[in-house]
């Protein structure tokens, strides 16, 4: 059976009671969530960065053993070639050993160089680690606190949470999905996260613009939706103002 839109109209304001219940809950908490997750994120780029400084000195370590293997290589082809150098029969055959030891010396001295230019780059990271593991430590004890202090928050407010979730669920079921979209729409875009409000005091609940009074009369008959012509908010009534009576003053009475 179709609902009346007065019983429409019950159904959202219902649901944005429930949701402005879990607007003040989270409004409590504050920027932590949003704080814990940029921490959190942050952390990961200094690890990310650190796992990148490993694989590079692992790499200079493992590009200094090979300079150092190819010093050996070297040194034991110019042991070989002193040898033969002893047993030459010519000049040709002097000078061509001659070439091949001062190139194998050579070799030793780049792979030395190499060797030294290694080890600065090494000393250089080793800096640069030592550093980035001290601004680690520091925005972990951060996370930690801000963790910390968000779980005390959430722990008080939970219990009420999961109940205004669980009935928030219920209230969106007896909804249509068309004016279930509009009311989630309405409310992703207006600051305070009203989008069913009453008319008080002649003017909008949501953005406080004045409502002419035939507008208000449609607005109580409740016989289709009005929205606010400056905000676009969903009327859900008009509060009538309760009028004090005026303290009748008592006549003095002749002495």
């Known amino acids: 059976m179709e609902s009346t839109v007065s019983q429409k109209l019950e159904a959202l304001l219902n649901l944005q009671k429930l949701d402005s219940r879990l607007d003040a809950i989270f409004k409590v908490r504050g920027a932590l969530p949003e704080e814990v997750q940029d921490l959190e994120d942050e ?6 960065r650190l796992d990148k400084f490993k694989n590079d000195l692992n790499s200079l370590e493992d590009d200094i053993k090979t300079y150092k293997e190819n010093i050996k290589e070297s040194e034991k082809l110019i042991k070989k070639y002193q040898e033969q150098q002893m047993n030459v029969r010519n000049n040709r055959e002097y000078d061509a050993i001659t070439k091949e030891l001062e190139l ?16 600065s780059r090494i000393e250089s990271k080793n800096t640069d680690v030592d550093a980035l593991k001290e601004i680690l430590s520091e925005r972990q004890k951060d996370l930690d606190s801000k963790k910390g202090e968000l779980d005390t928050i959430v722990s008080e407010s939970e219990n009420d ?9 219920k209230a969106t079921k ?13 409310r992703d875009n207006a ?31 409740k016989k289709k939706l009005i929205v606010c012509e400056h905000c676009g ?6 509060e009538d103002e309760v009028e004090e009576e005026p303290v009748k003053k008592k006549r003095s009475s002749r002495s």
């Open 233 to 238: 908010r969903i009327f859900a009534g008009v």
């Open 104 to 119: 194998q010396d050579l070799e030793i001295q780049v792979s030395k160089k190499k060797i030294g230019e290694a080890q």
């Open 43 to 48: 952390i990961v780029g200094y690890e990310t």
């Open 191 to 221: 600051k305070n996260g009203l989008a069913v409000v009453m008319v008080k005091r002649g003017a909008c609940g949501g953005c406080f613009n004045i409502v002419p009074p035939q507008r208000q009369a449609d607005i109580r008959e």
């Open 161 to 169: 949470q999961s109940k205004l979730e669980a009935d928030r669920e």
């Open 174 to 186: 007896k909804i249509e999905d068309r004016l279930l979209k509009s009311y989630n729409k309405i």
